[in-house]
């Protein structure tokens, strides 16, 4: 059984910065494609950064130069380093990971709020 298991979130000023990790446990970390989503009240979840099991990584333009996803596969853990914050950053965010044999699994959130 895959878990993830995300922390890191919380209370910060607008131009501050978070750094959010996300343990995995269960599965072949290494060959897993892992992502980052996030997700308002009432909104679709949204699509935020993925790192490949290469290291090839993509952005949404929203983030794009504020945010850096990265890896540790020895520590079977994902990261997301968040810059410059702003306040509609603020929402609960969500790994990811996808292996074509496992498929897709979520962790339970951690709750960013960017606010002063």
């Known amino acids: 059984q895959v878990q993830l298991v995300e922390s890191g979130g919380g209370l910060v000023q607008p131009g501050g910065s978070l750094r959010l990790s996300c343990a995995a446990s269960g599965t072949i970390f290494s060959i897993n494609t892992m992502a980052w989503h996030r997700q308002t009240p009432g909104n679709q979840r949204e699509w935020v950064a993925t790192i490949t099991s290469g290291g090839s990584t993509d952005y949404a333009n929203s983030v794009k130069g504020r945010f850096t996803i990265s890896r540790d596969n020895a520590k079977n853990t994902v990261y997301l380093q968040m810059n410059s914050l702003k306040p509609e950053d603020t929402a609960v965010y969500y790994c990811?990971?996808?292996?074509?044999?496992?498929?897709?699994?979520w962790g339970q959130g951690t709750q960013v709020t960017v606010s002063s």
């Open positions: 990811n990971s996808y292996s074509p044999l496992a498929g897709h699994y």
